[in-house]
């Protein structure tokens, strides 16, 4: 299993040559701190947009769009996270009934995933949005135990009804992927050149 952020980006983007992701939704940016995460893909102004992490003994993919995971233009990217984030080869997958269609997009590269409406035995992976805030703390438990995480959404929206000084604090996602140093931000992410980099892209904003 990768464990540097060096091996995990290799094996996160095994055979990527381009991203091939959705024109219409608007990704926010993702905010970095400590050691353990890092970004995955990166697009020319430096914002994050997709970036992993660990937590306990598991690990987490975060998406900054949950229609990223929904997208099978995306599909060698997914199967690749869904592989890193699996704790033991042949775990089945599960997918929150709010992104069925992943389920279909996983199945139809081979991978065992069903539609669930929580994690759990014998999952070892889990796949939800961001906007969940029913089961915070057992996603925090599944992930800490050793299970992965695929978590995807933006802030922009819960930031529009809510209160952008609350969004790090109060956002469903941020109360999960917090626990590994990710945050969703409520600031527009640019979609325009996104390369894929051969190794660890840098962001300017981490904090460590």
Request: a negative charge; proline letters at 7%; one cysteine or more.
């Amino acid at each position: 299993m990768a464990t540097t952020p060096a091996a995990a980006f290799e094996a996160l983007m095994s055979g990527m040559t381009s991203w091939h992701v959705p024109k219409d939704p608007i990704p926010s940016e993702l905010l970095l701190t400590g050691e353990a995460a890092f970004p995955v893909m990166v697009n020319d102004q430096g914002q994050v947009l997709i970036a992993a992490s660990s937590y306990g003994q598991g690990r987490l993919v975060v998406v900054s769009h949950e229609g990223y995971l929904l997208e099978a233009g995306l599909a060698p990217f997914l199967l690749n996270a869904v592989g890193w984030l699996c704790p033991s080869r042949g775990a089945p997958v599960g997918v929150h009934p709010s992104l069925a269609s992943l389920a279909s997009i996983l199945q139809g590269s081979g991978v065992e995933a069903q539609v669930q409406p929580e994690p759990g035995e014998p999952l070892g992976v889990y796949c939800i949005d961001a906007y969940d805030d029913t089961m915070t703390a057992e996603l925090i438990q599944f992930v800490k135990r050793g299970g992965g995480l695929l978590i995807g959404g933006q802030a922009l929206y819960w930031a529009s009804q809510h209160s952008s000084d609350k969004v790090l604090s109060k956002f469903p996602g941020n109360q999960v992927t917090s626990v590994a140093g990710v945050y969703f931000m409520d600031i527009f992410g640019d979609r325009g050149q996104l390369k894929v980099s051969k190794k660890v892209p840098k962001d300017p904003l981490h904090v460590g």
